[in-house]
Protein backbone atom coordinates (compact mmCIF):
# COMPACT_ATOMS: atom_id res chain seq x y z
CA UNK A 1 0.00 0.00 0.00
CA UNK A 2 1.53 3.15 -1.07
CA UNK A 3 1.19 6.55 0.82
CA UNK A 4 0.84 8.77 -2.49
CA UNK A 5 -2.21 6.98 -4.32
CA UNK A 6 -2.01 7.11 -8.23
CA UNK A 7 -4.55 5.11 -10.80
CA UNK A 8 -2.17 1.62 -12.17
CA UNK A 9 -3.41 2.49 -15.73
CA UNK A 10 -3.97 5.31 -18.31
CA UNK A 11 -4.15 5.21 -22.00
CA UNK A 12 -4.66 7.88 -24.90
CA UNK A 13 -4.08 7.79 -28.43
CA UNK A 14 -1.32 9.21 -30.16
CA UNK A 15 -1.85 13.28 -30.28
CA UNK A 16 -4.31 13.12 -27.51
CA UNK A 17 -3.54 14.84 -23.89
CA UNK A 18 -3.79 12.73 -20.89
CA UNK A 19 -3.18 13.17 -17.06
CA UNK A 20 -2.33 11.28 -14.28
CA UNK A 21 -3.44 12.10 -10.43
CA UNK A 22 -1.43 11.61 -7.49
CA UNK A 23 -3.39 12.14 -4.61
CA UNK A 24 -1.72 12.62 -0.73
CA UNK A 25 -1.77 13.87 2.61
CA UNK A 26 -1.18 16.67 4.75
CA UNK A 27 1.67 15.69 5.40
CA UNK A 28 2.96 14.86 1.89
CA UNK A 29 2.04 16.69 -1.05
CA UNK A 30 -0.01 19.09 1.30
CA UNK A 31 3.26 20.45 3.01
CA UNK A 32 5.74 19.64 0.63
CA UNK A 33 6.33 19.66 -3.32
CA UNK A 34 5.81 16.70 -6.00
CA UNK A 35 8.35 15.48 -8.32
CA UNK A 36 7.46 12.93 -10.83
CA UNK A 37 9.41 10.12 -12.80
CA UNK A 38 9.19 8.35 -15.82
CA UNK A 39 10.70 4.88 -16.02
CA UNK A 40 10.82 3.35 -19.28
CA UNK A 41 10.67 -0.94 -19.43
CA UNK A 42 14.02 -2.22 -18.02
CA UNK A 43 15.75 0.69 -17.06
CA UNK A 44 16.19 3.01 -13.89
CA UNK A 45 13.50 6.18 -13.44
CA UNK A 46 14.17 9.45 -14.56
CA UNK A 47 13.43 12.89 -13.35
CA UNK A 48 10.27 14.13 -15.36
CA UNK A 49 9.48 17.05 -13.26
CA UNK A 50 10.70 18.17 -9.96
CA UNK A 51 9.36 21.15 -7.91
CA UNK A 52 5.37 20.61 -8.40
CA UNK A 53 5.96 21.87 -12.38
CA UNK A 54 9.68 22.39 -13.07
CA UNK A 55 11.20 20.23 -16.15
CA UNK A 56 14.93 19.50 -16.10
CA UNK A 57 17.11 20.49 -18.94
CA UNK A 58 15.95 17.80 -21.98
CA UNK A 59 12.84 16.96 -20.90
CA UNK A 60 10.37 18.32 -23.59
CA UNK A 61 8.01 20.96 -22.69
CA UNK A 62 4.98 18.39 -23.58
CA UNK A 63 5.00 17.51 -19.83
CA UNK A 64 3.81 19.24 -17.02
CA UNK A 65 3.14 19.02 -13.69
CA UNK A 66 0.75 20.73 -11.02
CA UNK A 67 -0.31 20.77 -7.72
CA UNK A 68 -3.46 21.75 -5.57
CA UNK A 69 -3.97 20.92 -1.98
CA UNK A 70 -3.13 17.43 -1.29
CA UNK A 71 -2.86 16.36 -4.73
CA UNK A 72 -1.05 16.65 -8.01
CA UNK A 73 -1.26 15.85 -11.68
CA UNK A 74 1.15 14.93 -14.48
CA UNK A 75 0.36 16.06 -17.69
CA UNK A 76 1.06 14.83 -20.89
CA UNK A 77 0.22 16.64 -24.30
CA UNK A 78 0.71 15.16 -28.15
CA UNK A 79 1.10 11.94 -26.71
CA UNK A 80 3.56 9.45 -28.74
CA UNK A 81 4.25 6.09 -28.47
CA UNK A 82 7.89 6.74 -26.96
CA UNK A 83 5.88 7.91 -23.80
CA UNK A 84 4.49 4.18 -22.76
CA UNK A 85 5.62 3.93 -19.20
CA UNK A 86 5.73 3.71 -15.53
CA UNK A 87 4.87 6.97 -14.11
CA UNK A 88 5.16 7.66 -10.37
CA UNK A 89 4.70 10.10 -8.28
CA UNK A 90 6.68 11.41 -4.99
CA UNK A 91 7.07 13.74 -2.56
CA UNK A 92 8.61 14.21 1.39
CA UNK A 93 6.60 13.46 4.54
CA UNK A 94 6.78 15.57 7.27
CA UNK A 95 5.65 12.87 9.57
CA UNK A 96 8.02 10.26 11.83
CA UNK A 97 10.81 12.43 11.09
CA UNK A 98 10.59 12.93 7.57
CA UNK A 99 10.71 10.06 4.79
CA UNK A 100 10.61 9.78 0.97
CA UNK A 101 7.36 8.51 -0.13
CA UNK A 102 6.25 7.14 -3.46
CA UNK A 103 2.94 6.51 -5.60
CA UNK A 104 1.94 3.00 -6.68
CA UNK A 105 2.74 3.99 -10.56
CA UNK A 106 0.41 4.36 -13.17
CA UNK A 107 1.07 2.31 -16.59
CA UNK A 108 0.54 4.55 -19.24
CA UNK A 109 -0.24 2.54 -22.44
CA UNK A 110 -0.31 4.77 -26.03
CA UNK A 111 -3.03 2.84 -28.24
CA UNK B 1 28.91 13.59 -16.84
CA UNK B 2 27.96 12.05 -13.13
CA UNK B 3 27.46 8.29 -13.55
CA UNK B 4 26.43 5.96 -9.88
CA UNK B 5 27.39 2.47 -10.30
CA UNK B 6 25.51 -0.14 -7.81
CA UNK B 7 27.82 -3.35 -6.88
CA UNK B 8 27.69 -6.37 -4.45
CA UNK B 9 25.88 -9.85 -4.02
CA UNK B 10 23.10 -11.05 -6.61
CA UNK B 11 21.80 -13.61 -3.84
CA UNK B 12 21.69 -13.54 -0.35
CA UNK B 13 20.34 -15.99 2.28
CA UNK B 14 17.28 -15.61 4.20
CA UNK B 15 18.13 -13.52 7.72
CA UNK B 16 21.67 -12.53 6.20
CA UNK B 17 22.90 -9.10 5.64
CA UNK B 18 22.45 -7.62 2.37
CA UNK B 19 25.33 -5.48 1.26
CA UNK B 20 25.72 -3.06 -1.87
CA UNK B 21 28.07 -0.11 -2.79
CA UNK B 22 27.76 2.58 -5.31
CA UNK B 23 30.83 4.01 -6.97
CA UNK B 24 30.04 7.09 -8.17
CA UNK B 25 32.07 8.80 -11.04
CA UNK B 26 32.40 12.01 -13.15
CA UNK B 27 31.70 13.89 -9.48
CA UNK B 28 33.11 14.49 -5.79
CA UNK B 29 30.15 12.37 -3.47
CA UNK B 30 31.65 15.70 -1.14
CA UNK B 31 29.97 18.33 -3.22
CA UNK B 32 28.14 20.23 -0.60
CA UNK B 33 24.94 20.65 -2.67
CA UNK B 34 24.32 17.09 -2.51
CA UNK B 35 23.38 13.94 -0.24
CA UNK B 36 23.11 10.62 -2.09
CA UNK B 37 21.18 7.78 -1.18
CA UNK B 38 18.70 4.13 -1.83
CA UNK B 39 15.99 3.81 -3.54
CA UNK B 40 14.57 -0.20 -4.23
CA UNK B 41 12.04 -1.82 -6.13
CA UNK B 42 10.37 -5.11 -5.59
CA UNK B 43 10.00 -7.02 -9.18
CA UNK B 44 6.96 -6.03 -11.10
CA UNK B 45 5.96 -3.40 -8.25
CA UNK B 46 6.64 0.50 -7.74
CA UNK B 47 9.49 2.37 -5.47
CA UNK B 48 10.42 2.40 -1.96
CA UNK B 49 12.75 5.37 -0.82
CA UNK B 50 15.26 3.57 1.85
CA UNK B 51 17.47 6.78 2.84
CA UNK B 52 19.89 9.29 1.92
CA UNK B 53 23.35 10.41 3.54
CA UNK B 54 25.33 13.78 3.38
CA UNK B 55 29.17 13.07 2.78
CA UNK B 56 29.48 14.65 6.42
CA UNK B 57 27.59 11.01 7.78
CA UNK B 58 24.22 13.01 8.37
CA UNK B 59 21.54 10.23 7.39
CA UNK B 60 18.01 9.95 6.42
CA UNK B 61 16.09 6.57 6.67
CA UNK B 62 12.29 4.98 6.26
CA UNK B 63 10.82 4.16 9.58
CA UNK B 64 9.98 1.52 8.37
CA UNK B 65 12.91 0.15 7.43
CA UNK B 66 15.54 2.02 10.34
CA UNK B 67 16.04 -0.41 12.72
CA UNK B 68 17.39 -2.57 10.09
CA UNK B 69 19.21 -0.17 7.83
CA UNK B 70 22.54 1.56 7.60
CA UNK B 71 24.42 3.78 4.65
CA UNK B 72 27.86 4.98 4.95
CA UNK B 73 30.04 6.86 3.07
CA UNK B 74 33.58 6.73 2.28
CA UNK B 75 35.03 10.15 0.83
CA UNK B 76 38.12 8.81 0.21
CA UNK B 77 36.92 6.25 -2.44
CA UNK B 78 34.22 8.17 -3.76
CA UNK B 79 31.71 5.79 -2.60
CA UNK B 80 28.38 5.04 0.10
CA UNK B 81 27.60 2.07 0.95
CA UNK B 82 23.96 -0.02 2.36
CA UNK B 83 23.67 -2.68 4.53
CA UNK B 84 19.84 -3.80 4.97
CA UNK B 85 20.03 -6.79 8.16
CA UNK B 86 17.94 -9.76 8.87
CA UNK B 87 16.66 -9.79 5.43
CA UNK B 88 13.75 -12.06 4.37
CA UNK B 89 12.17 -12.80 0.52
CA UNK B 90 10.26 -9.56 0.61
CA UNK B 91 13.50 -7.44 0.35
CA UNK B 92 14.02 -9.09 -2.96
CA UNK B 93 13.97 -6.32 -5.36
CA UNK B 94 16.43 -4.02 -7.67
CA UNK B 95 18.27 -1.47 -5.53
CA UNK B 96 19.41 1.79 -6.77
CA UNK B 97 21.70 3.83 -5.51
CA UNK B 98 21.03 7.55 -6.37
CA UNK B 99 21.78 11.76 -5.41
CA UNK B 100 19.12 13.59 -4.39
CA UNK B 101 18.80 17.13 -3.82
CA UNK B 102 17.19 17.53 -0.49
CA UNK B 103 20.44 19.24 0.82
CA UNK B 104 18.59 22.79 -0.91
CA UNK B 105 15.21 21.91 -0.37
CA UNK B 106 14.96 18.73 2.51
CA UNK B 107 13.12 17.13 -0.12
CA UNK B 108 15.21 13.58 -0.44
CA UNK B 109 12.62 12.27 -2.77
CA UNK B 110 13.88 14.46 -5.74
CA UNK B 111 16.35 12.40 -7.32
CA UNK B 112 18.26 13.72 -10.23
CA UNK B 113 20.52 10.97 -11.54
CA UNK B 114 20.22 7.09 -10.63
CA UNK B 115 22.42 4.02 -11.25
CA UNK B 116 21.26 1.25 -13.31
CA UNK B 117 19.99 -0.51 -10.50
CA UNK B 118 21.29 -3.95 -8.98
CA UNK B 119 19.05 -7.12 -8.67
CA UNK B 120 19.05 -8.91 -5.12
CA UNK B 121 17.65 -11.92 -4.71
CA UNK B 122 16.72 -12.93 -0.96
CA UNK B 123 16.98 -17.15 -1.17
CA UNK B 124 18.31 -20.03 0.52
Known amino acids: QSVLTQPPSASGTPGQRVTISCSGS????????VNWYQQLPGTAPKLLIY???QRPSGVPDRFSGSKSGTSASLAISGLQSEDEADYYCAAWDDSLNGQGVFGGGTKLTVL | QLQLQESGPGLVKPSETLSLTCTVSGGSISSSSYYWGWIRQPPGKGLEWIGS???????YYNPSLKSRVTISVDTSKNQFSLKLSSVTAADTAVYYC????????????????WGQGTLVTVSS
Open chain 2, 98 to 113: ARDRGYDSGDHSHVDY
Open chain 1, 26 to 33: SSNIGSNT
Open chain 2, 53 to 59: IYYSGST
Open chain 1, 51 to 53: SNN
